[in-house]
């Protein structure tokens, strides 16, 4: 029995195409931005699964599920390209989920490994990621495909992504978050930092604050806003849409509302509540 997001969109808004982002929680915003500032008249629809989040310490089988109920629900809501704006379901679901639904296209988010080496001097650089991407089999694919000889430090974050979600974005707790990753990276002697988790662009004033101005930090959000623009324009076409942006939660509002009001251009939109509930069969690869 899988569990899904209740939904019951107006028909006109049900066959409206749109642009559907999903992360585990708040992080996605910063992928959201960089999306609206790329593709300022494009509809979108994010969801957020504050309810479940954060995934970075949570079991694969389980993310991937969460993973398929958002899908399902940005589908019946008009997405035919869907962003998972979050690294660790990129790495355990994003395969799955295009197997899934062939007829949709999916962009998902990988660290950015390869602009890192490449604006590295030193060629050593730090991957700072969630408990999940740090261990997953994928970032090591990556790191042996663009590291070309480089030294790559992964630096797991345990409960940084919680602290965020909770709105923790300054502060003793945050520092207390922040401090023990830090200090490794710094020990490790590198000159680029990769931030491997969409959350974690929303604390980046203070990460500057530990790492020193000498440290280049590497944000993906706008490579990723280019890629979903080159699909989204090779079908824009058959795509009648209005600049329309709705954000829901699976869970609390309040730390969604805060950083939407943080994000340059979506100070106005306003979250509302997606309420879950039971289905008894997987929603339709056909979508």
């Known amino acids: ?21 999903l992360d585990s929680g708040v992080g996605g915003l910063t992928v959201l931005r ?5 593709l300022p008249g494009a509809a ?25 109920a958002l899908v399902g629900s940005l589908a019946a809501r008009g997405a035919r390209l869907i962003v998972v704006a979050c690294n660790t379901a990129t790495v355990l679901a994003i395969e ?7 007829a949709l296209s999916f962009v998902g988010v990988e660290p ?5 080496v490449f604006l590295s001097r030193s060629r050593r650089i730090a991957v700072m990621a969630t ?35 909770r709105g923790v974005l300054d502060g003793p707790e945050l520092l207390a978050v922040l401090r023990p990753g830090c200090e490794s990276i710094i020990a490790a002697n590198v000159d680029t930092v990769v931030l491997g988790c969409t959350h974690y662009p929303f604390v980046e004033p203070t990460l500057r604050v530990l790492l020193g101005a000498d440290i280049t930090l590497i944000d993906t959000a706008a490579a990723i806003a280019e890629r979903t623009a080159s699909l989204w324009e090779q079908g824009s076409p058959r795509f009648e849409t209005t600049p ?44």
């Open 44 to 68: 979108m629809v994010y969801i957020g699964d504050v309810s479940h989040a954060p995934y970075g310490e949570r079991p694969a089988d389980e993310i991937a599920a969460r993973c398929v």
């Open 244 to 287: 329309d942006i709705r954000v829901l939660s699976t869970g609390a509002l309040g730390t969604m509302q805060l950083l939407l009001e943080r994000c340059a251009g979506l100070e106005q939109v306003r979250v509302a509540r997606l309420s879950e509930g039971v289905q008894k069969n997987s929603p339709s690869p056909s979508s």
């Open 131 to 165: 408990t999940a991407t740090a261990a997953s089999a994928r970032l090591r694919e990556l790191i042996d495909r663009h590291a070309q000889g480089a030294h790559v430090h992964v630096q797991p974050c345990p409960g940084l992504a919680a602290a965020i979600e």
């Open 112 to 116: 950015g490994v390869k602009p890192a």
């Open 1 to 21: 029995m899988l569990k899904r997001l209740d939904f019951d969109p107006p028909a006109a808004a049900a066959r409206a195409q749109c642009i559907g982002v």
């Open 96 to 102: 799955a989920l295009r197997a899934r639904w062939p």
């Open 34 to 38: 960089a999306l609206h500032r790329r």
